[in-house]
């Protein structure tokens, strides 16, 4: 694949097929487990700037490039570019049409018989599809090793910015269900495990993500399914840590890291490297006392009725108006359209 793509590189004048030869060359990378030589190549060729522009056949073999990006960074525990590799694809809500394995209904009905011929050329062969169930599995599975921590961080913030809406809006399902019994689809799955997480509930979450039915859907398709399942447990276990530390600090002073060792099943250098991480960033206030290996905490996070009684000055000086309170009617300075004096 090098060679002739190399050759390829070197020979070919036409923008067309040399743009094929880099997305198969990255596809091959990217397939093949070597992300860092995949993404290289697609920062460096910047097709991602103009491929709006290229023909639709081309565009399926860099959507499918993408995927497989995506994909790769997943298998290599590499949660965040894995989500933002797959992010448009999934949000589109349209990805076995981009990818080239099938239309959609409602696509069907807006095209004439000779578009939907020409659109049934374009798709790939079903033996190169996309297992779409694992697509989406591998993108709500980091928007979730993203998302959690990060909504556990920010739980008082009223302006936080979602990670992923299709994630939220998963969550949000699950929520309105008046019944919940045990998880059957993918998808549900997925929420119960969010929920455990949220909680700091690493097992639970584990148990939901890899279990027999999860097994036969999606991680057994994955080359060396074992090697994925276990960064998969690795990463529960130090994002429910994360989670855990920042819903809990409140109610710590102080706790030892020998106890979080134990409690997540991650050996202390670990522990060790995870909050000091969070500390240096600044998302946890604390600090270490490195001889009795205990995170103190600090208490400069305001407390829920602090947070409620800051929303509450912010939301008077921004809007003032809405204190003022009509007097009874009548002539005088007391009519309609003047406002009570808001203090006193």
């Known amino acids: 694949m090098e060679r002739l793509c190399k050759y390829i590189y070197a020979k070919d004048r036409t923008d067309r097929i040399r743009t094929c030869a880099i997305l198969c060359h990255i596809y091959h990378h990217a397939l093949h487990s070597r992300w860092y030589q995949a993404r290289d190549l697609m920062l460096m060729s910047h ?11 081309v565009q399926i073999l860099y959507n499918r490039t993408m995927v497989q990006l995506g994909i790769c960074a997943f298998r290599q525990g590499l949660t965040k570019d894995a989500h933002n590799a797959l992010l448009d ?7 076995k049409e981009l990818l080239g394995q099938g239309l959609l209904l409602r696509s069907l009905q807006e095209r004439n018989q000779e578009q939907e011929k020409v659109e049934r050329r374009r798709q790939v062969p079903f033996h190169l ?41 998963q969550l949000r399902v699950g929520e309105r269900q008046p019944l919940l019994g045990p998880p059957e ?8 495990a969010s929920k455990a997480m949220k909680m700091g509930d690493w097992k639970t979450c584990h148990s939901f993500i890899i279990n027999e039915k999860m097994n036969g859907k999606v991680w057994d398709l994955f080359p060396e399914a074992d090697k994925v399942r276990t960064m998969l447990v690795r990463k529960i276990q130090e994002e429910s840590l994360r989670t855990y530390l920042f819903t809990y600090s409140s109610v710590y002073d102080s706790i030892s890291m020998e106890t979080l060792s134990d409690m997540f099943e991650l ?22 006392d490195q001889p009795t290996q205990t995170v103190v905490m600090h208490r400069t996070e305001p407390t829920a ?28 300075s007391g009519g309609p359209g003047n406002c009570a004096d808001p203090i006193g």
């Open 267 to 288: 050996d202390l250098p670990t522990v060790h490297s995870i909050i000091s991480k969070m500390i240096i960033n600044e998302e946890l206030m604390a600090s270490l």
């Open 185 to 192: 689809s993918m998808r549900e799955h997925v929420v119960a």
């Open 305 to 332: 009725q602090q947070n409620l009684a800051l929303q509450l000055a912010e939301n008077w000086h921004t809007s003032p108006t809405s204190l003022c309170k009509p007097i009874g009617g009548g002539r005088g």
């Open 89 to 95: 694809i999934q949000s589109s809500g349209r990805a």
């Open 129 to 169: 599809h996309i297992n779409l169930e694992l697509l989406e599995c591998v993108y709500l599975v980091s928007a979730m090793l993203l998302e959690i921590p990060y909504m556990a961080a920010h739980e008082s913030d009223a302006r936080r910015r979602m990670i992923s809406k299709q994630f939220h809006h």
């Open 47 to 57: 097709l991602q700037d103009n491929i709006q522009h290229a023909d639709p056949p």
